[in-house]
């Protein structure tokens, strides 16, 4: 069996595809996706406070970077805590997770268990188009 397909316009075709209201769905598709990897939970300041753009996911919460990182961080002195104008560093250990199924870097969780579904979610959305 051959199959061919034929673009008119692939201009027109290509913006359809990649607009930004297509990526900013795409986004906010994965993140739902994600929220049962990430630490805290749904409910929780992770899952709650963020920002979804056509380019990204951003977790606004203090301690975001530290959790998607997975390595603990301490300041100077080798608190936990850092403050108001405070750094911390990496320190080589890391964190540990209470809630089962929660993990650093859970985009990438997400995609291993729900790039099928992530992938049909925006085809369908594209149709509606």
């Known amino acids: 069996m051959k199959i061919s397909v034929e673009i008119f316009n692939s201009r027109k075709t290509f913006n359809r595809i990649?607009?930004?209201?297509?990526?900013?769905?795409?986004?906010?598709?994965?993140?739902?996706?994600?929220?049962?990897y990430v630490p805290g939970g749904s409910g929780g300041m992770l899952n709650t406070v963020k920002d979804i753009t056509k380019d990204y996911v951003h977790y606004k919460s203090p301690y975001a970077h530290y959790q998607w990182e997975g390595e603990l961080y301490l300041a100077a002195n080798g608190s936990s805590y850092a403050g108001k104008n405070?750094?911390?560093?990496p320190a080589g250990k890391p964190l540990e997770y209470h809630t089962p199924g929660t993990t650093s870097h859970w985009e990438r969780a997400a995609m291993v268990a729900k790039k099928e579904q992530l992938a049909s979610d925006v085809e369908a959305y594209i149709k509606r188009k």
């Open 86 to 89: 405070e750094s911390k560093y």
């Open 18 to 36: 990649f607009s930004d209201d297509v990526r900013k769905y795409a986004h906010t598709r994965l993140h739902a996706y994600c929220s049962q």
